[in-house]
């Protein structure tokens, strides 16, 4: 099952957030047909929103991660509830790009780098609190963190990983997000600083040793302390009301349009591909309700 271990140094100068999610990066792979690079892109996404969306305090919050670098994959989009359950999507899902000159899969490529990350918080407020920066190298871990530091004032390190295996499924994939708290020490600093330098591969860490290892080798030392392990899930949200809801915004005119062809039409969720279907009379009892 993927999870988020949350931990804490001893002395309260670092916090982690950490996930192992290949069972939601795998499903999103199969339900949007991707490829390699846009598995990688997408995943790393995916398990980005899900930490701060299980770190957010609001019980029905919600936070919705973009990417958007003019890259030939488009935008990449990841929505995470106040669970850590996570739901996503790429524009452009069959782009494939060549490896990078050093055998890796090009995420950055893929996504581009003339362009924003943007987080969206809805708090269950009027208006969500949207932040956002440009991108860096589009690969996704340091754009990441660079919106921490310059949005949110939050100092932090992140790395993200999707391992793909030869058959194109997802073999390991998860991440981490460790946040510097107030006062801490240089000595502090350069240990944490040392320790992500030299760990070993991400993902060869999740699939050979577990998520436990990730948090010990990031915080070696550190003396950390798990405060808590979350079950999540690639989970969508949709609902026949919410397309339905969706189907008003079209307006009376262009609802009346569908109807007059005398066919069902069907409407796909972007997030988990479930087709819902609507007919002509439903069409036009929602055009009444648009007058």
Not at 26 to 47: D, E, F, S, W
Not at 127 to 143: F, I
Request: with cysteine; aromatic share 4%.
């Amino acid at each position: 099952m993927d999870t988020i271990i949350r931990a804490v140094t001893n002395d309260g100068f670092a916090k982690i957030s950490a996930i192992s999610a290949r069972e939601i990066v795998q499903r999103a792979r199969v339900i949007h047909k991707l490829t390699p690079v846009t598995t990688a892109a997408l995943g790393r996404a995916l398990c980005a929103a899900s930490m701060l969306g299980e770190l957010m305090k609001e019980e029905d919050g919600a936070l919705t991660l973009r990417l958007n670098g003019a890259g030939p994959a488009g935008s990449v989009i990841a929505v995470a509830d106040s669970r850590g359950n996570v739901r996503g999507y790429v524009q452009n899902p069959g782009v494939d790009l060549p490896l990078r000159a050093d055998g890796k899969l090009d995420v950055g490529g893929a996504i581009g780098r003339n362009g924003m990350l943007t987080v969206s918080r809805d708090l269950g407020l009027r208006e969500p609190y949207v932040g956002s920066t440009e991108l860096a190298t589009g690969e996704v871990a340091e754009d990441l963190a660079r919106y921490l530091a310059e949005s949110e004032q939050i100092p932090a390190a992140c790395g993200l990983g999707v391992l793909v295996d030869t058959d194109t499924s997802v073999k390991a994939a998860g991440g981490f997000i460790v946040q510097l708290m107030p006062g801490a020490p240089d000595d502090f600093i350069g240990r944490l600083e040392e320790n992500i330098f030299v760990m070993d591969q991400l993902t060869t860490i999740l699939d050979e040793d577990g998520l436990d290892a990730v948090v010990e080798q990031v915080m070696a030392g550190l003396s950390p302390r798990v405060m808590a392990r979350t079950p999540v899930e690639y989970r969508c949200a949709c609902s026949r009301e919410k397309i339905m809801a969706a189907l008003e915004s079209c307006g009376e005119s262009e609802l009346r349009d569908m109807a007059d062809q005398g066919e069902d039409i069907e409407v796909s969720c972007q997030f988990c591909e479930k087709v819902y279907y609507f007919s002509p009379a439903e069409l036009n009892k929602l055009s009444e309700k648009e007058k």
